[in-house]
């Protein structure tokens, strides 16, 4: 055995950014810890990195590109593979346009900045990415109110923490990960938890604010009706920053206190103490999490909540929720090419004439793809190409998914396993994990930091994902516009800086020199300089101006015909940490850990039915049957059912992979009323349902 | 020698499950023996560790002697002398002791002797991030959770 090398880098297993060191042996990663020098994690890590060798090595893992001959896979060359895709998307551009090819990616992977290249220079304005209903969303909706996305300023150390509908040690690992809100926590500052489910920050918080799901933005509007009513808010910030007081006034007014308890279930009294709390203390930090963003509130919601933080002076503040200032590495934005995308095909991007934001931040909701694979209209997508993303298990109404997916003329997809959205495919290419690759990791968040993720392996014929979106930009007439290597492409990246990768790689991180209330020189990016809480972009849209809340389209009080058969509010999509979306129910330690998915309901309602604790049952809505394992919990509102999402079956061997077993996108709905009317946020968290239990052994077995 | 000690503070435990996949990563584990688990009754998450007990029963129920302390306190098996017979498992009021099908012999956490020797803390002590594991010099440790955690 050889000697062990140790390898710094930095994790992926999510959207990544936690520092970790690589042990490497005789070419193999034989194991991974945590980096102490880690400005992010710190020296810890979570399940899923640390289950990263059974993921980087797993006998399933497909280590060479494969073509689907349609009596199965077989195995073939990079070039054949890549000159396969490019034949088959000549064919569609010449014929179609090269708007008819669709291309994907799920959750942030770091190479968006390369996806967007390819897309851009190929000349397709439709890339479909989770951005319609995921931190985009966020980006979108602050963009347009306040010129950047505000984020929880932990080591500012805040005074009092509102945690709105985010689990940061769970789950939500976008910028700063759970262990700064931990450390700000810990010095006994006070924490407001918003979540319709007793967690664990629940039972640590001062105050608990236990919410009818979807009703965010309700809630929020209470907040605001108190602050205002008390004159709690910050009054030379908004006489100097704030776009349309007056008329924001008038709309929050239009939410009385009772009136929010309700739409929201939550005592006035805890939503007065709460709204105090937070207005009164400073600095105070609101941290938010996507459900606020899955709904069709999605943008109002954010418009809303950026309004608490902008109103209580809060934003860009220390302590608050800050715009970072990043290092001078070249923007995702820049490398993406967008200005390059001619604009008559920009106009051509599909559903942009009414989902003017999520046009505006470069991508489209599912919906309108399925739409146009199924249907040829506005007119027909024939070829996709999908990176690291599974839609039949996590994006809304995932029958109508596998349908259009199934009907293209032509898919490739970048993946590590043949998920059953994989199994869809023409071309199967295998990408390389964290573990095998260099990149400037962390570039597309805004926490002001760039991370060295370096490459500690190679594994059988992977190759990361950077690299195949360049040889088959290549391969497609983009030969001027990349490089001859990923790390030369790096350098261009980290330019600005002065730095070359592999000077960058030594220094593992840069931050970018913090700067606050940027504003008060500046003033904000928007149209009026200031923080628009009456919108100028949407008015110019001929959209409401102001934010509100909508009821959800599928609700107790928006659809009580449904009551009858469904009287269940599913709260859908429950994030646990062992799993990230659809991704690692094949991982052997990963799933010993959470063997099949549950679906929580209230004792009392369980006893109802008849329902035990570990049975399982059917959970259905309108639009489908699922089953998955119940699991009592009395943290719970009783008319509330709260079930896990991105569930498949690895060890069932056929193409389905039992995609349709428990997936609970066989329950949500993707219609376009049920959608954010600008961004096309689809509701993938909030339905009425009924429950029963599985009563034959058959049944009650996968 | 002085004794050392692993603790875990359970209110601070938010049921993450990265100490055990440390744990196994650490030992080489399949699936099968958890030597730490945490047990999840949402809002509440339950460690479930070996304490290294002052006066352990494990040691005490082994028919053949094969559980024993090392001089840090650690209290190990044997696997040379084990049988299988399980009386550990039953013997331990905490559930720590496991079982490794393939060996057929009892496991257990071994505070990761190989680490101690090394200098390092046990692998699970790193991860937390809560960091509601703590490793230590038995006696100093029980000062620190007196002050830090109890007042």
């Given at each position: 055995m050889g000697e062990v090398k140790k390898v710094r880098t930095v994790c992926r297993n999510c959207h990544g950014g936690c520092g970790v060191i690589a042990h490497v042996r005789d070419g193999k990663v034989v194991k991974v810890e945590g980096d102490p020098e880690s400005p992010i994690s710190h020296g810890t890590l979570c399940s899923k990195g640390l289950a990263v060798t059974q993921l980087a090595y797993h006998p399933d893992r497909i280590l060479y590109p494969m073509k689907n001959t349609g009596k199965g896979w077989e195995r073939i060359t990079w070039d054949e593979a890549l000159d396969t895709v490019a034949q088959k998307f000549r064919a569609v551009m010449n014929e179609y346009g090269p708007e008819s090819i669709v291309i994907g990616q799920g959750?942030?992977?770091?190479?968006e900045s390369h996806l967007y290249r390819f897309a851009n220079l190929l000349g397709t304005p439709n890339v479909l990415t989770a951005g319609h209903m995921c931190y985009v969303s966020r980006i979108g909706a602050t963009l347009i109110t306040c010129g950047n996305l505000p984020i929880s300023d932990w080591n500012g150390d805040p005074r009092c923490i509102l945690m709105w509908a985010c689990n940061p040690q769970w789950t939500n690992p976008d910028e700063h990960k759970g262990v700064d809100f931990w450390r700000a926590y810990k010095k006994g500052n006070k924490l407001i938890v918003i979540d319709p489910r007793k967690g664990f920050l629940a039972k640590k918080a001062d105050l608990w604010l236990q919410l009818r799901p979807g009703t965010d933005a309700a809630l929020a509007m209470g907040f605001l009706n108190v602050i205002i009513e008390e004159e709690l808010y910050d009054e030379e910030f908004v006489d100097k920053h704030v776009n349309g007081w007056d008329a924001f006034v008038d709309r929050v007014r239009n939410y009385p206190i009772d009136k929010v308890e309700e739409i929201t279930w939550v005592k006035q009294d805890l939503i007065r103490k709460a709204a105090r709390m937070y207005a009164t203390i400073k600095p105070a930090c609101l941290n938010w999490g996507v459900p606020t963003e899955q709904t069709l509130n999605c943008t109002d919601c954010t418009r809303i909540l950026t309004g608490l933080m902008a109103i209580t002076g809060n934003l860009d503040a220390p302590g608050g929720n800050a715009f970072f200032v990043p290092p001078q590495v070249r923007t995702v934005s820049e490398f993406s090419r967008h200005r390059d995308l001619p604009k008559e095909q920009v106009k051509k991007r599909l559903g942009g004439d009414v989902y003017k934001l999520a046009s505006r931040v470069a991508l489209i909701t599912p919906k309108v793809a399925w739409d146009a694979i199924l249907t040829e209209k506005p007119y027909p997508l024939k070829a996709g190409l999908l990176c690291g993303t599974n839609p039949v298990s996590t994006r809304a109404n995932a029958a109508e998914a596998y349908a259009a997916l199934n009907k293209l003329d032509f898919l490739a997809v970048i993946d590590f396993f043949l998920t059953p959205t994989a199994e869809l495919a023409d071309i199967f290419l295998p990408a390389g994990t964290w573990l095998e690759q260099n990149h400037v990791a962390d570039n597309w968040k805004r926490h002001g930091y760039v991370l060295a993720r370096q490459k500690a392996v190679e594994i059988g014929e992977c190759r990361q994902d950077h690299e195949i979106f360049m040889e088959l930009g290549k391969k497609m007439g983009q030969e001027k516009e990349w490089w001859d290597t990923v790390e030369d492409a790096l350098d261009y990246l980290l330019e600005p800086t002065g730095l070359t990768w592999e000077q960058f790689k030594e220094k593992g991180y840069l931050k970018g020199e913090q700067v606050y209330y940027k504003y008060k020189e500046k003033g904000f990016s928007t149209p009026t300089g200031k923080v628009e809480l009456y919108s100028s972009v949407l008015e110019k849209w001929g959209r409401d101006p102001l934010p509100k809340y909508t009821e959800m389209p599928e609700s107790p009080v928006s659809r009580p015909d449904l009551l009858a058969d469904y009287p269940y509010i599913l709260n859908a999509g429950l994030r646990t940490p062992t799993f990230f979306h659809s991704a690692n129910r094949m991982i052997p330690w990963l799933r010993e850990i959470r063997p099949d998915p549950i679906v929580e309901i209230h004792p009392e309602t369980a006893k109802k039915h008849g329902i035990v604790d570990g049975q399982w049952i059917f959970i259905t809505s309108p639009r489908g049957r699922v089953k998955e394992r119940a699991k009592l919990n009395d943290g719970i509102d009783p008319r509330v059912v709260v079930a896990e999402h991105g569930w498949w079956y690895p060890e069932i061997k056929d193409p389905g992979h039992g995609w349709d077993i428990s997936n609970i996108n066989l329950l949500t709905d993707n219609s376009h009323e049920s959608m954010d009317p600008v961004m096309g946020a689809t509701n993938l968290r909030v339905l009425l349902c009924n429950i029963a239990p599985c009563e034959d052994e058959q049944e009650g077995s996968r | 020698m002085k004794k050392v000690s692993l603790m875990f503070f359970k209110k601070d435990c938010m049921g993450c499950h990265a100490c055990e996949v440390a744990c196994k990563q650490e030992h080489g584990l399949g699936i099968g023996p958890r030597l730490v688990r945490v047990i999840e009754k949402a809002p509440d998450y339950l460690p479930v560790h070996c304490h290294h007990c002052t006066k352990a029963p494990c040691i005490a129920s082994c028919p053949t002697e094969a559980i024993f302390r090392n001089e840090l306190g650690v209290v190990l098996i044997d696997e040379e002398r084990c049988i299988g017979c399980k009386s550990c498992m039953e013997a331990c009021p905490f559930g720590a002791m496991q079982f490794d099908d393939e060996k057929e012999i009892a496991m257990k956490c071994d505070l990761c002797v190989g680490r101690l020797a090394n200098d390092e803390a046990p692998a699970c002590s790193l991860v937390c991030p809560t960091q509601c594991i703590f490793y230590g010099d038995t006696r100093k440790l029980l000062e620190k959770l007196d002050k830090d955690l109890f007042q």
């Open positions: 959750t942030g992977r770091d190479y | -």
